[in-house]
């Protein structure tokens, strides 16, 4: 073996090596950027499919119609299912990539939708930790929701629904 040649398969080596530690720092960047997209960003970009959503206390598989980050809506064969994002445990189905969101759906909160269905006195079908409630809602306070299931309302604190279906 001649001097140069030695010198040619160092050389060699080390641009080989600089060349994976650029595809590693590239790499690297890649995992830091999608380590920051939230799931809704995620979700958002598969509105229109099919996705399956876990609580703890059941799943609902169906079209994702829409979605901001306080709720989801879930189409199922029966009904429209609302899934308070705090609810969710996990969801199968969520793309890779992302879609950022319109302000405007940000200021939509749980309590901002329910009074909605409220003031359309649609009768809604509540899961919640410990029960299902099948009733009018009455009134959405800023933390609970009063239904009326057989003439006597129910207070459901929001942190205890796993979903809201019409």
Known sequence: MRWHELFEDLESQADAAERADGELEGAELLEAEQGRIP??????????????????????????????????????????????????????????????????EARLTLAHVLRGVAER??????????????????????????VVENGDAVSIPFAAISSVAL
């Open 39 to 104: 799931l809704v960003d995620r979700l958002r970009a598969v509105v229109g499919r099919t996705v399956s959503v876990g609580t703890a206390d059941e799943h609902v598989t169906g079209v994702l119609e829409d979605l901001a980050p306080a709720y989801l809506v879930v189409a199922t064969a029966q009904r429209d299912v609302l899934v308070p994002a705090a609810a969710v445990r996990w969801v199968q189905g969520a793309g890779r990539s992302a879609l950022e969101g319109a302000g405007a």
């Open 121 to 146: 006195e649609r009768v809604v079908r509540v899961v919640t930790t410990a029960r299902v409630v099948v009733g009018e809602i009455d009134r959405v306070g800023p933390d609970h929701v009063d």
